[in-house]
C-alpha cells in the first residue's frame, strides 16, 4: 500500500501551481472508471490489465481522474464496501507509487454503487482522505475542483444518501442521479474562467445523454414505462440535468466525462463532448438499440431493451436521433465501443489530444478481457 499524507486544498494547489510552472504549457492525465467485478467487489484480472498498460505506455502522466464504481458495493454490509476500496487501491498500486503523479496522484469521486448504505458517504472520505475540500458544505470530498496549468477539473458526486431524519434510519435513502448544486458549480467554472482556465473538464458518474444500458435513468431518470405528460418527480430529473447541461453550454467546457455505463461513447452535443468511459472491468454493455438491427451479435452484452419499438418514447422525450438509418444517440456524430477502456488526455496550448486504449471481451463474456490493450479511438478538443 502507499503512504497516506493528508493535504489540504491548499497544499494541493500550492504543489499543482509550481509544478506547472516547472512543466510547461504541456501535460497529459487519464480517465477510467467503472471497475466492479467478483474480486472482492472489483473485476481485478481486467482492471490490473488496464493499469499495467497504462502504467507502462504512459507513465508520464500527472493524474488519473476516476468518477465512481469502483466495487459492487452493499446494501447491507458497509464495511465490505470499505474494504473493497482498499482492495481497488491495492489493484491501483502501481500508479499511486509512479512518483511522476501528483499527490493524491488519483482523483475519485462516488457513483451509484458506491453509496448504497448510510455509511458509504463517511467511509469513502476515510478510504480516499487526500481530495481536495474547496466543494459545498456537505459534499466536502466528494465535489471539489483543481488547476493545472491551464487547465480546470471538476469533480461532482451525482450520487448522494439522503437524511431526511438523522436519528431515524427508517427515513434513510439513496439520493441519486442530480446535480445538487447547481450555483457552487456555475460560480466555480466562472472563477477558473476569471483566472484563465482555457480548458474545464467536469467529472460525474452518471450521464447527461445515456448512449447504452441506462436509458431509462442517468441524469435524465425517467424511470420505466414512460409516459407523457411527466409527473412531477420525473420532470424534475429532467429539468436538472437539462439545468446542468445548459451550464456545460453557455460557459464552454471542453467536455463532461462520465461512466455508469459500462462501454466506451463519445459525442460532440451543443458544442462540448460528451464522453462516457464506463467500463475498467465491470460488466460490459450494448448500445442504444437502433432501428432495424439486433441489439448486439455477442448475447452475453447486457441490453436494457429487448425491441427497439419499447426505447421510442425516451428517444422522443430526450430528443434523441431515432427512426431508419439514425444512431439511436443525441448527436450524429456518435463514436463507441463496447470494450474496456481507458482514456489519455494531452493538453498543448488550446488542443486537447484524446487518445483510448482498450481491449474487447472474449466472444460469449461481458467481463473477461481477450487479445491485447490498442488504440480504439481518437479526436481532438479545440478551443
Known amino acids: ?24 504549457q504541456s501535460f497529459k492525465f487519464a480517465v477510467m472508471t467503472d471497475s466492479r467485478g467478483s474480486y472482492n467487489g472489483v473485476n481485478e484480472p481486467v482492471l490490473s490489465e488496464l493499469v499495467k498498460h497504462l502504467n507502462t505506455d504512459h507513465g508520464d502522466i500527472k493524474f488519473v481522474l476516476f468518477p465512481g464504481d469502483f466495487a459492487n458495493g452493499s446494501k447491507t454490509d458497509p464495511d465490505s464496501t470499505y474494504q473493497s476500496w482498499l482492495y481497488w487501491k491495492e489493484i491501483m ?5 509512479n512518483d511522476n503523479l501528483l499527490t493524491p496522484k488519483i482523483f475519485v469521486t462516488v457513483g451509484n ?6 455509511f458509504d458517504e463517511t467511509n469513502f472520505r476515510k478510504a480516499f482522505p487526500d481530495m481536495p475540500q474547496n466543494g459545498p458544505d456537505d459534499e466536502k470530498g466528494l465535489t471539489y475542483s483543481f488547476d493545472f ?5 471538476i469533480m461532482i458526486t451525482t ?8 436519528e431515524d434510519t427508517t427515513d434513510d435513502r439513496r439520493d441519486w442521479r442530480y446535480v ?11 472563477t477558473a474562467k476569471v483566472k484563465g482556465a482555457e480548458h474545464i473538464f467536469v467529472l460525474g458518474h452518471e450521464p447527461v ?3 447504452g444500458g441506462h436509458l431509462r435513468d442517468c441524469l435524465p431518470n425517467l424511470g420505466k414505462d414512460v409516459k407523457l405528460p411527466l409527473d412531477s418527480t420525473r420532470r424534475f430529473y429532467l429539468d436538472n440535468r437539462n439545468t446542468f447541461w445548459n451550464i456545460m453550454t453557455m460557459h464552454k467546457a471542453s467536455a463532461y466525462i462520465c461512466g455508469h455505463e459500462h462501454l466506451y461513447g463519445r459525442q460532440n452535443t451543443g458544442g462540448v463532448f460528451h464522453i462516457t468511459s464506463g467500463s475498467a472491468g465491470a460488466p460490459l454493455y450494448d448500445f442504444n438499440p437502433v432501428y432495424g438491427s439486433p441489439t448486439s451479435d455477442n448475447s452475453a452484452l447486457e441490453k436494457e431493451f429487448d425491441k427497439y419499438e419499447d426505447a421510442i418514447p425516451y428517444y422522443k422525450i430526450l430528443q434523441y436521433n431515432y427512426g431508419p438509418g439514425k444512431n439511436s444517440q443525441a448527436s450524429e456524430d456518435f463514436t463507441g465501443y463496447s470494450a474496456f477502456h481507458y ?31 490498442k488504440q480504439i479511438d481518437y479526436f481532438e478538443i479545440i478551443r
Open 343 to 373: 482514456c489519455i488526455f494531452e493538453v498543448n496550448g488550446k488542443t486537447v489530444k484524446v487518445t483510448v486504449y482498450g481491449a474487447f471481451p472474449k466472444y460469449g463474456t461481458n467481463s473477461v478481457m481477450e487479445g491485447g490493450i
Open 209 to 211: 445523454f445515456p448512449v
Open 113 to 118: 454503487h458506491d453509496v448504497q448504505n448510510r
Open 149 to 153: 496549468m491551464n487547465t480546470h477539473i
Open 180 to 190: 445538487k448544486h447547481m450555483d457552487w458549480l456555475e460560480n466555480d467554472i466562472l
Open 1 to 24: 500500500m502507499y503512504d497516506k499524507v493528508k493535504f489540504s486544498v491548499l497544499s494541493i494547489s500550492v504543489l499543482l501551481f509550481l509544478v506547472s510552472a516547472a512543466y510547461g
Open 159 to 166: 450520487n448522494r444518501w439522503y437524511y431526511g431524519n438523522p
Open 93 to 97: 498500486s502501481p500508479l499511486y507509487k
